[in-house]
């Protein structure tokens, strides 16, 4: 048959079961990736001696090879790693004790945290200069300033970014079955596999990544709104 | 064996290298393809007619809220059920086909807004002082607007064909043997070991030449922006 709408629409709440691990995915590398693209943009920022120069190279790099590349170098990386410490510490482990969550977290947050770098260095150089030094004369600590003067307003410039790095996020989330995590396009595959009906299931999986792309769309827009309310921009 | 082994890795370089005719032929029958759509769909949303412009903006909106390699999925596995029903059958046709459609049509989305931006970035009073002089609108566009376009564009085009170069990777999960697909090849023969040191020399291929399409595309910019006053120093 060419297309059976009653299986596709039955498939539906079947493939809806992965769409919290998609989520799980994407929301830990984002917070992740935030963590990792903080850190290096204030390496870059303050020019800290070592690390700004492993700051670039780690950017350009994340920046210059494909998301499935890195996720099959942080796969191997991580058992090599494995293999190092237990060996060192003597222990008895096997590989197949790591969690395969572990290695989709891990590659995603290190490609997040690349980009988000990137983001978060020009939200936070979109803030005036002026706003931290009158920070520091009304007697604020530099983290203190950060916490309660920069970071809320470099947070209104950086969101759109933000929502696209997390949209990109959930759309990259679909390479984790690679490392064997069960999200919403392994599942669409597992279930096509059982039955040989690849067409169904791979456009009722495409109709939930659409749906979840457009909700957290407006999602963000909203947020925006939100935090723009008392921005003045320019108006003609 | 623990260890990593830098002389095997140098050693597999030459052996993936072999696969990147193939891939560039991907990418740049995906960008023909593509800037052909991608012309398409951009006239149909700065056309007068609302329902072609609805279906350009879905279109767009589908693309780009979908993954690739589903996107990919979908060609491979729905393009011959699709053709099936005029009869055609394309099922015994080499997988490159597949890839370099479904690549196409998603840079196609994506080069569509990259155009559009461009040219509305443009100045209105370019086309109206072209108008004045007397140009027809093909004579307009082709002389006027579209060399200012493009040099608006380059920096979104040259990122574009980064993506595009990058996504290619995929196509070796259906079974096209381009970059990765060679190396899951050397791989294989050498019964699964070194698996890590392949990918490294993977990774290094990858990030080698789009450093150098990086630097390609900067070139072109500073040669298209010449006589260009730009805000800052």
């Keep these: 048959m060419f297309f059976d709408v009653q299986y596709a629409i039955k498939q539906f709440p079947v493939i809806l079961e992965a769409a919290p691990m998609t989520l799980l995915i994407a929301v830990v590398a984002?917070?992740?990736?935030?963590?990792?693209?903080?850190?290096?943009?204030?390496?870059r920022m303050y020019r800290v001696p070592i690390l700004n120069r492993l700051?670039?190279?780690?950017?350009?790099?994340?920046?210059?090879?494909?998301?499935?590349?890195?996720?099959?170098?942080?796969?191997?990386g991580i058992q090599f790693l494995f293999q190092l410490v237990a060996r060192a510490m003597g222990w008895n482990a096997s590989l197949g004790s790591i969690p395969s969550l572990l290695y989709a977290f891990a590659a995603f947050s290190i490609n997040a945290g690349a980009f988000l770098s990137e983001t978060i260095r020009?939200?936070?150089?979109?803030?005036?200069?002026?706003?931290?030094?009158?920070?520091?004369?009304?007697?604020?600590?530099?983290?203190?300033a950060m916490r309660r003067i920069i970071i809320p307003?470099?947070?209104?410039?950086?969101?759109?970014?933000?929502?696209?790095?997390?949209l990109l996020l959930i759309k990259g989330s679909s390479l984790a079955f690679t490392v064997m995590v069960v999200e919403i396009l392994s599942k669409a595959k597992i279930e096509a596999g059982a039955g040989y009906r690849y067409t169904e299931n791979f456009v009722v999986a495409s109709i939930i990544y659409w749906g979840m792309?457009?909700?957290?769309?407006?999602?963000?827009v909203l947020l925006e709104n939100r935090l723009k309310r008392y921005k003045h921009e320019i108006t003609i | 064996m623990i260890g990593f082994d830098i002389g095997y890795m140098f050693s597999a370089i030459p052996l993936i290298v072999r696969a990147i005719p193939l891939t560039f032929v991907i990418v740049v029958l995906s960008l023909f393809f593509g800037t052909l759509l991608g012309l398409l769909l951009t006239s149909m949303k700065l056309g007068k007619n609302p329902v072609s412009a609805l279906i350009a903006t879905g279109y767009v909106s589908f693309i780009r809220g979908t993954p690739t390699l589903l996107q990919l999925y979908l060609v491979y596995y729905g393009l011959p059920k699709v053709l099936e029903l005029v009869g055609v059958d394309i099922?015994?046709?080499?997988?490159?086909?597949?890839?370099?459609?479904?690549?196409?049509?998603?840079?196609?989305?994506f080069l569509s807004e990259v155009m559009r931006s461009a040219y509305l970035a443009v100045d209105i009073g370019q086309q109206e002082a072209a108008l004045s002089v007397g140009m027809g609108s093909m004579q307009t566009l082709r002389r006027i607007i579209f060399p200012q376009a493009f040099a608006i564009a380059l920096p979104n085009l040259g990122n574009s064909i980064i993506q595009l170069l990058k996504e290619t990777s995929l196509a070796f999960i259906i079974g096209v043997n381009e970059i990765m697909g060679q190396a899951q090849l050397i791989i294989g023969r050498g019964y699964g070991v070194r698996q890590f040191e392949t990918f490294i020399a993977v990774s290094l291929i990858y990030w080698a030449i789009c450093f150098a399409m990086e630097k390609g595309f900067a070139f072109l910019e500073n040669i298209y922006k010449k006589g260009h006053r730009e805000i800052g120093r």
């Design chain 1, 153 to 166: 307003q470099a947070l209104v410039s950086g969101l759109p970014n933000f929502g696209n790095a997390f």
């Design chain 2, 91 to 109: 099922n015994s046709w080499d997988r490159v086909f597949f890839a370099i459609a479904a690549f196409s049509l998603n840079s196609g989305a």
């Design chain 1, 30 to 43: 984002m917070l992740l990736g935030m963590v990792i693209g903080f850190s290096l943009t204030l390496c």
């Design chain 1, 213 to 220: 792309c457009f909700v957290f769309e407006k999602v963000f």
């Design chain 1, 122 to 144: 020009s939200a936070l150089s979109s803030v005036e200069a002026g706003q931290m030094e009158a920070a520091y004369s009304v007697g604020l600590s530099t983290v203190q």
């Design chain 1, 55 to 76: 700051a670039i190279l780690y950017i350009s790099f994340i920046r210059g090879t494909p998301i499935l590349v890195q996720i099959y170098v942080t796969f191997f």
